[in-house]
């Protein structure tokens, strides 16, 4: 099992553009989630879904938009970046909710000049 | 309020030296509690999840104090590869977790 992995794993971007970052788990989890790790701060939770069909925002969702079509895919959508969404990008997964293990992927590295 | 609050270090401790960290939530409705080590650059992994009896993996122990909204972790008989960040996580139910900015420890030879 590859678990989940994220593509790419580092993208630079002008102000304005539009860019997907790709996110896709193996291991059939229904819950899958989005989170940005800025500097010195702890991850946030961007959106999360808990099924194919099925999303919802979690704590800085602005700026960003997701789908989940199928189990393994969760895509991540900025549609006019701006500097403020310079980050790291974590999409994780967990096969039940709440008390379960996150399985995170390797990140991607998103600046915006 | 930050919902998790962590002393962010950095701790730096020679090898063989038992080192903790505390972690301290505001929600009193927090339902599940965690412990995360991220090496530098790397994605998150879970190192062991907090049981309200207090739990134990190997050398590190967790403690969780309800009534005072508090999280530990001890590492006893550091090792140079217990050099890490430790992501405190807190889930207040459904799917909504918050994570601590992290305690940076250093295990120096």
């Known amino acids: 099992n590859a678990g989940v992995t994220q593509t790419p794993k580092f993208r630079i971007l002008k102000i304005g553009q539009s860019m997907t970052l790709q996110c896709t788990q193996d291991m059939n989890h229904n819950y899958m989630y989005w989170y940005r790790q800025d500097p010195g701060m702890g991850l946030k939770l961007i959106y999360y879904?808990?099924?194919?069909?099925?999303?919802d925002k979690g704590e800085v969702p602005n700026g960003y938009n997701v789908s989940r079509s199928t189990t393994e895919d969760f895509p991540l959508r900025l549609e006019l970046a701006a500097p403020s969404q310079t980050s790291v990008y974590f999409c994780?997964?967990?096969?039940?909710?709440?008390?379960?293990?996150?399985?995170f992927g390797p990140g991607t590295r998103l600046t915006v000049l | 309020r930050k919902e998790v609050e962590q002393d962010p270090g950095p701790f730096n401790v020679p090898e063989g030296a038992t080192v903790a960290f505390n972690c301290t939530y505001s929600?009193?409705?927090?339902?599940?509690f965690f412990w995360y080590r991220q090496d530098c650059r790397k994605e998150p992994k879970l190192l062991m999840s907090?049981?309200?009896s207090g739990n134990e993996d190997g050398r590190f122990t967790a403690q969780l104090n309800r009534a005072s909204q508090y999280i530990s972790l001890l590492i006893r008989d550091s090792k140079l590869s217990d050099s890490a960040t430790y992501l405190c996580v807190v889930n207040i139910g459904g799917n909504q977790f918050y994570f601590g900015t992290g305690t940076s420890l250093t295990v120096i030879p």
């Open positions: 994780a997964s967990s096969y039940l909710a709440g008390g379960n293990e996150q399985f």
């Open positions: 879904s808990v099924g194919a069909g099925i999303t």
């Open positions: 907090v049981y309200s």
């Open positions: 929600n009193s409705a927090s339902q599940s």
